[in-house]
C-alpha cells in the first residue's frame, strides 16, 4: 500500500483530500504544507529546504512506496518544469521536487485541464489516483525525470550550460520478477545502461503495463526484459481465475502479454532447473525466438554482481558505451574557450544533488535489504548526473557513495554467488575519477586523482571486509598497493629520489603477494634461474677425498641451488669469489622469498 503525500498551500484543500483518500481508497496520507513563496531565489530556495526537512522523519521505505500530490497552481504546459528557467516559480519548486526525490511518484495538481495531456504529471485526483500509480518512479519510468532533463537542455539560454545531461532516451525496460530483490537489482541495470525502467512485481502490474489493450500503456514500447523464468505472482489467483495461468510457460506468456513479443533484447534469470512440464517446451520456444531476430540470453542464479550479470548477458559492453558517451559529454572545454557554461555545474542543481547525497549517505548507514542499498545508489547516481562531474569534490562523494552502495547490495544478497566481479568495478572507478580530475588544476590534477582512487577504493575494501569477502578485498588491497607506489613517487626531495631507488623492489613485492600462484612460480624460478647461473659460471664448491668436486655437472648445480634456496645452506664451501658472492645472494634471495611467502599463507589462512 502506497504512501500519499498531500504538498499544499491550503490547509482546507489538504484536510479535505486527506479524509476523501482515507474515506474512499483506505489510504494513509501525510500533510506537507507548502510555505508562501515570493518570486525570488531565496525564496524558493528556503520553501525547498522547509519541504525536505518535512519529509526527513519518514524511513526511506516509505519514501520510496509514496506518491506526492503537489498543489502549486501549475496551469502550464509540462515544457515549464525545468528548475533552471526563472519564469514560474511554482514550476521551478515542481521541478526541483521531482529531481531531489526520484522515489516518489510525482502528481501536479490543478483545477485547469492542461492542454497537453503527459499523465505522468496529471490524474484525476477524486476519481483513480490510488489505482493510477502502481508502478515505482524509482528509474524513471514514466519519464518525469527525463523530460525535465530534456526541457533543460534544450532551452537556447542553457545549452551550453548543461550539455553534459545525459537524457534516456535508448528506451524503456521492464524487470519482472515475483522477488522484489531482483526486479529492483535488474530495473537499476538497466537504468544504468541508459533505459527507464519499470519495476513488475505482480500480475496487476503485467495487465497493466504488457497487455496491447491496456489503456495505460498504448503509447509504451519495451525495448528491454528482465525476466524470471519461473513467475509465481501472489495475487494471481485473484486477478485470474477463470483459469489457471502458467507464467512459467513462456509462450503462454507471450500470448497473454504481447508487448513482450516486441522487445528487442529479453533476459530470462532462472536458477536452471528441469522440474516443470514445459521445460522443453520453453527451450524450444526461446529457439524460436532467436529465429525472428530477438536476442535472447539466459542468465542463471546466483550471479556473480553486478557486472557479472551484464557479462553474461551481453549487455557490459553496452553499459561501457553508455559510460563512455557520458564521460565524453563530461570533457572541460579547451583552454581560452570561454562559454556561458562556466566550469561548474549549475547552483540549483548543486543544491538538489547535495540533497540527494545526503540522503544516500543516511540509507548506507541504514540499509537493511538489498532494495534499500539500490535506493541510496540510484539516488547518487542521480547526483552524480546532475553535476556532470564539474564540481570536483561533491561528485567524488557521489561516486564513492554510489560504490559503496552497489558493493553493499552485492554482499547483502544471497542470489549472489560468493565470488564477486571486481575487475570491472575496479575499472570504473578509475575511469570516472580521472573525468573528475580533468576539473582539478593540472598542477594537482594526478595527485587529486589518486588521493580520489585510494579513498574511494578504501571504502570499498571495508565493506569486503565487513562481509567476509577475502577474495574481492585482497584485489582491492592489491590496486590500493598500486596507486600508493604511484603517490609515494610524487613526494617532495629525498622522499622522492628513495622512493624512484626503492620502486621496483616495491613493485615485485608486491606484484607477488596480490597473487599466489604467480609467488609460486616466483619460489619455483628463481632457484632454477641461480643453478643455471651457477653452472655457467662453473661455481667451485670444494673436491672429495678422490679429487672430483663437490658439485659437478648441469644437475648438480641445480639441485644444489634449490637446497641452497629453501634449506639456506650449501653443501660444500664456496672456494673461490665468484661462487661465495653467488651463495650469498642465493640465499639473502631465498630467506626473503621464504619469510615473506610464509607470513603472507599465514595471513590468507587466519583470514579464511
Do not use: Q
Given at each position: 500500500m502506497k504512501t500519499f503525500f498531500i504538498l499544499s498551500y491550503?490547509?482546507?484543500?489538504?484536510?479535505?483530500l486527506k479524509r476523501y483518500l482515507w474515506w474512499v481508497h483506505k489510504t494513509e496520507s501525510h500533510i506537507v504544507n507548502i510555505p508562501p513563496i515570493e518570486d525570488s531565489d531565496s525564496s524558493l530556495l528556503i520553501s525547498l529546504e522547509q519541504i525536505c526537512q518535512s519529509f526527513e522523519k519518514f524511513h526511506h521505505q516509505i519514501m520510496r512506496e509514496s506518491v506526492a500530490i503537489l498543489d502549486v497552481g501549475l496551469y502550464e504546459e509540462s515544457s515549464s518544469l525545468n528548475p533552471l528557467r526563472r519564469t514560474n516559480i511554482f514550476a521551478q519548486l515542481a521541478s526541483m521536487l521531482s529531481l531531489a526525490y526520484p522515489e516518489i511518484r510525482w502528481v501536479f495538481y490543478?483545477?485547469?485541464?492542461?492542454?497537453?495531456?503527459?499523465?505522468?504529471?496529471?490524474?484525476?485526483?477524486?476519481?483513480?489516483?490510488s489505482r493510477n500509480f502502481i508502478f515505482s518512479s524509482m528509474f524513471d519510468s514514466i519519464g518525469l525525470r527525463n523530460l525535465i532533463r530534456s526541457n533543460i537542455k534544450q532551452d537556447p539560454e542553457l545549452k551550453e550550460l548543461v550539455m553534459y545531461l545525459q537524457e534516456r532516451n535508448k528506451g524503456i525496460s521492464?524487470?519482472?520478477?515475483?522477488e522484489e530483490t531482483y526486479a529492483y537489482l535488474h530495473g537499476y541495470l538497466s537504468y544504468k545502461m541508459g533505459y527507464r525502467s519499470f519495476i513488475l512485481t505482480t500480475h496487476e502490474m503485467m495487465d497493466k503495463l504488457l497487455k496491447k489493450d491496456s489503456e495505460f500503456s498504448k503509447n509504451i514500447q519495451i525495448n528491454l526484459t528482465f525476466e524470471?523464468?519461473?513467475?509465481?505472482f501472489p495475487d494471481s489467483d485473484f486477478l485470474d481465475r477463470t483459469r489457471v495461468l502458467h507464467f512459467s510457460d513462456l509462450e503462454e506468456r507471450d500470448e497473454k502479454y504481447e508487448k513482450l513479443k516486441d522487445a528487442q533484447k529479453r533476459i530470462f534469470v532462472t536458477v536452471g532447473h528441469k522440474y516443470i512440464n514445459w521445460y522443453y517446451k520453453n527451450r524450444n520456444y526461446m529457439d524460436f525466438l532467436r529465429t525472428q531476430a530477438e536476442k535472447i540470453k539466459i542468465v542463471y542464479k546466483p550471479s556473480g554482481g553486478i557486472y557479472n550479470i551484464l557479462e553474461?548477458?551481453?549487455l557490459l559492453r553496452e553499459y561501457w558505451k553508455w559510460r563512455n558517451e557520458e564521460w565524453k559529454a563530461a570533457k572541460p572545454f579547451p583552454a581560452g574557450v570561454e562559454t556561458r557554461g562556466g566550469h561548474s555545474a549549475p547552483g540549483r542543481l548543486l543544491v538538489i544533488a547535495e540533497s540527494l547525497i545526503n540522503r544516500a549517505e543516511n540509507i548506507f548507514h541504514k540499509a537493511e535489504t538489498v532494495p534499500d542499498c539500490i535506493h541510496g545508489a540510484t539516488l547518487s547516481l542521480e547526483a552524480q548526473e546532475l553535476l556532470g562531474y564539474r564540481t570536483p569534490t561533491t561528485c567524488l562523494e557521489a561516486i564513492a557513495l554510489r560504490h559503496k552502495l552497489e558493493v553493499k547490495a552485492e554482499c547483502m544478497f544471497?542470489?549472489?554467488?560468493?565470488n564477486i566481479d571486481v575487475k570491472n568495478?575496479?575499472?570504473?572507478?578509475?575511469?570516472e575519477v580521472d573525468v573528475v580530475a580533468q576539473w582539478f588544476n593540472p598542477k594537482v590534477k594526478k595527485r587529486a586523482s589518486l588521493n580520489a582512487k585510494m579513498g574511494i577504493i578504501t571504502d570499498v575494501m571495508r565493506i569486503f571486509k565487513d562481509f567476509a569477502q577475502f577474495d574481492e578485498e585482497e584485489q582491492c588491497l592489491c590496486y590500493f598497493r598500486k596507486l600508493n607506489r604511484r603517490w609515494s613517487l610524487m613526494q617532495p626531495g629525498i622522499k622522492s629520489i628513495f622512493s624512484w631507488v626503492t620502486f621496483p623492489i616495491r613493485w615485485y613485492v608486491e606484484t607477488l603477494v596480490g597473487s599466489l600462484p604467480l609467488f609460486i612460480l616466483a619460489l619455483l624460478s628463481w632457484p632454477l634461474s641461480l643453478g643455471v647461473?651457477?653452472?655457467?659460471?662453473?661455481?667451485?664448491?670444494?673436491?672429495?677425498?678422490?679429487?672430483?668436486?663437490?658439485?659437478?655437472?648441469?644437475?648438480?648445480?641445480?639441485?644444489?641451488?634449490?637446497?641452497?634456496f629453501f634449506g639456506l645452506q650449501t653443501s660444500g664451501f664456496p672456494a673461490d669469489p665468484k661462487t661465495k658472492i653467488l651463495i650469498v645472494i642465493t640465499i639473502l634471495i631465498g630467506f626473503v622469498h621464504l619469510g615473506i611467502f610464509i607470513s603472507h599463507l599465514y595471513t590468507l589462512i587466519t583470514r579464511k
Open positions: 491550503s490547509s482546507f484543500w489538504s484536510a479535505a490543478s483545477m485547469k485541464t492542461p492542454s497537453d495531456s503527459h499523465s505522468w504529471y496529471w490524474a484525476e485526483i477524486f476519481e483513480s489516483v521492464a524487470a519482472i520478477d515475483d524470471d523464468m519461473f513467475l509465481n553474461n548477458s551481453e544471497y542470489g549472489m554467488e560468493h568495478r575496479i575499472k570504473e572507478i578509475e575511469k647461473l651457477s653452472w655457467l659460471i662453473k661455481a667451485d664448491f670444494g673436491k672429495v677425498n678422490s679429487g672430483k668436486p663437490i658439485i659437478d655437472g648441469f644437475y648438480s648445480h641445480i639441485t644444489h641451488a634449490y637446497i641452497a
